[in-house]
Nanobody, 115 residues
């Protein structure tokens, strides 16, 4: 069984920062891709950022220059540093990992950006 435990969401004002964390445990074996997705009310889930086991990263155009994804392979943990947050970043953020045993999702953490 695989568990993804997310943390770090909350309510912030525009321009502020948050850091999300997602720790994976269980029968994961080799993780080759870790990422963050988000889903705003009434919208489809979209990819925010992803990072390979080698450290290669990719970002949605809407977050480039503001968000940074990183990972700690020894801890099977992925992070999302979110700076200069905007109201349009408001969504439920989901951690996603792809490993040799399958694709797994976190339970989601709410990020709300509002003045």
């Amino acid at each position: 069984q695989v568990q993804l435990v997310e943390s770090g969401g909350g309510l912030v004002q525009p321009g502020e920062s948050l850091r999300l964390s997602c720790a994976a445990s269980g029968s994961i074996f080799t993780i080759y891709l870790m990422g963050w997705y988000r889903q705003a009310p009434g919208k489809q889930r979209e990819l925010v950022a992803q990072i390979t086991s080698g450290g290669n990263t990719a970002y949605a155009d809407s977050v480039k220059g503001r968000f940074t994804i990183s990972r700690d392979n020894a801890k099977n943990t992925v992070y999302l540093q979110m700076n200069s947050l905007k109201p349009e970043d408001t969504a439920v953020y989901y951690c996603n990992i792809r490993s040799t045993t399958g694709i797994y999702w976190g339970q989601g953490t709410q990020v709300t950006v509002s003045s």
